[in-house]
């Protein structure tokens, strides 16, 4: 998982990202050569999707629009961005072997984290390990609470019982389906196709 936190460290450094939160996740990889969509999936436990277009070889990633929740939709950008860099040669066969899949699932959710958490800049913003410090740093991060606790538990900041602590609070408060701020930070609609198809029809009724 070090080199997983190196790779994502790398990532954020080649694109000039800083070590800021990042403002608009899907712009970025559009800005990087992603294709980004949003389209219902009409699956409940899928939230997204990713491969390479071909014959062109860009990377797509295919967002659940009936998942209407922006700091989820973020991590699940970040977590198929993981994919894309770490995993483009692991193969169908291989995803069938249960083990093998579990850990690449961790490992593209591990990207996914210090892709939007990076582990300084985010640790010197927590002033203390509660729900209501992780609430504050919502706003600014874009992430929700539960991936800060989890990231929290990764870079080995609080241990198995504070974990288990603050995870029985989280449900506690009733935020397992609709967390604080939700309602507050908004969805990040791709932009790059949607353009590109509204130039297409422009030019076919005015050319």
Known sequence: MESVEREASNLRA????GDGPIVNVARVMENNGAIVLRHPLDADTLDAL??????????YVLL??????????RLDLAHELGHIVLHRSVTETSLKKSELF??????????GAAFLLPEE????DLYSISLDALKVLKRKWKVSIAMMIERLKHLNVIDADQHKRLRINYVGRKW???EPFDDEILIEEPSVVSSAFRMMVGETFNP
């Open 14 to 17: 080649f694109w000039n990202l």
């Open 50 to 59: 990713s491969g390479w277009a071909q014959p062109e070889g860009l990377p």
């Open 64 to 73: 659940n629009s009936d998942k209407n929740c922006s700091v989820r939709s």
């Open 102 to 111: 579990a850990l690449i699932e961790s490992q593209a959710f591990r990207f």
């Open 121 to 124: 800049p985010f640790l010197s």
């Open 176 to 178: 397992t389906r609709e």
